[in-house]
């Protein structure tokens, strides 16, 4: 069974700062995605990586695979209240369609 | 266009009833997910339909649980003999076809069994 583990599981800062979300696995994955969840309603996917080292960056979102496929990062620079979410990662093996969900970072960015 | 849209938002039954849980997909979309929510954790993978078919039923909990997609659109997730235990955020998804193609997840139905 393939797992994702995210840290932190909470966390709360204020607005303009930065800050780094992991998302790591034993297994090695085809490619892996980030989503973004607000309360009520389904994940919005965000990005996906698919080629070990891949970092992709989104206006103020930078993503990285890691090299070997197993780990992937999220950095936020200068964080607003509207980055406020919970943050899911998702990791595809062979199926390339079955995703297995981490549990997600809960981020609260403060004004 | 519209999004994925599932009925109902919120559903209470009690214990021991049997419920329906209805997924509108992306217009079309050929492929269909349903994954289960629940409190503090990820999405978890429950069915995956590429058209008609399941193509892959796996991450049913047990018998009592049951999908259809009889015309390759509209899905229906059916639990027979609820348990307190099937309490959880019921979300759908759909994708152009499946493999590497983005998934787009309606906002779920809440399901609260008394």
């Known amino acids: 069974t393939q797992l994702l583990e995210q840290s932190p599981q909470f966390l709360s800062i204020q607005e303009g700062e930065n800050l780094t979300v992991y998302c790591n696995s034993s297994?090695?994955?085809?490619?892996l995605q980030w989503y973004r969840q607000e309360p009520g309603e389904g994940p919005v996917l965000l990005v996906t990586v698919v080629t070990g080292g891949e970092v992709k960056k989104l206006k103020r979102l930078t993503f990285q695979f890691g090299d070997a496929r197993k780990d992937s990062s999220l950095h936020i620079t200068a964080a607003q209240p509207g980055d406020t979410g919970l943050y899911l990662c998702a990791g595809s093996g062979g199926s390339n369609y079955k995703l297995t969900f981490g549990k997600g970072t809960l981020l609260t960015v403060n004004p | 266009g519209a999004g994925v849209s599932q009925t109902p938002s919120n559903k209470v039954t009690e214990k021991g009833k049997y419920v329906e849980l209805r997924c509108d997909p992306i217009s079309g979309h050929t492929a269909l997910y349903w994954y289960r929510q629940s409190l503090g954790q990820g999405p978890e993978f429950l069915i995956y339909f590429q058209g008609t078919g399941a193509a892959d039923d796996s991450g049913l909990p047990n018998d009592r649980f049951f999908a259809v997609r009889p015309e390759g659109s509209v899905s229906t997730l059916k639990i027979q003999r609820t348990e307190r235990g099937d309490s959880a955020v019921y979300l759908c998804a759909s994708s152009l076809t499946g493999g590497m193609y983005e998934q787009y997840f309606g906002p779920g139905t809440r399901l609260t069994v008394t």
């Open positions: 297994s090695v994955f085809s490619s």
